[in-house]
């Protein structure tokens, strides 16, 4: 079992930037990959970044490419985002799975991961 909770969402001006931070409880942690997603309101929910158990393997939206990066430690993974615009409002949310020995397409579906944090909203004002 895994527990999630991520902080670190608030309000901020087109250009701005902001760091999402998720803290994962329980000792396999280190075990599994991670992966960041948002939903804005009446949209489904999409992929934004995500990173291997490792830390070796990270995945990214086209639309994040560049603007956001995913790191991770012991106990936390990250999502920095720079450059922020509008349509980057949204909740976020950080998912874990253990995706060991499977296709890198798993990272990018949301269905494929087990546990969910309560997510964080961002609001990107114009």
């Known amino acids: 079992q895994v527990q999630l909770v991520e902080s670190g969402g608030g309000l901020v001006q087109a250009g701005g930037s902001l760091r999402l931070s998720c803290a994962a409880s329980g000792r396999t942690f280190s075990s599994y990959a991670m992966g960041w997603f948002r939903q804005a309101p009446g949209k489904e929910r999409e992929f934004v970044a995500a990173i291997s158990a490792s830390g070796g393997n990270r995945y990214y939206a086209d639309s994040m490419k560049g603007r956001f990066t995913i790191s991770r430690d012991s106990a936390k993974v990250y999502l920095q985002m720079n450059s922020l615009k509008p349509e980057d409002t949204a909740v976020y949310y950080c998912?874990?799975?253990?995706?060991?020995?499977?296709?890198?397409?798993?990272?990018?579906?949301?269905?494929?991961?087990?546990?969910w944090g309560q997510g964080t909203q961002v609001t990107v004002s114009s």
């Open positions: 998912a874990a799975d253990n995706f060991f020995g499977m296709s890198s397409s798993y990272y990018y579906t949301p269905h494929e991961y087990d546990y």
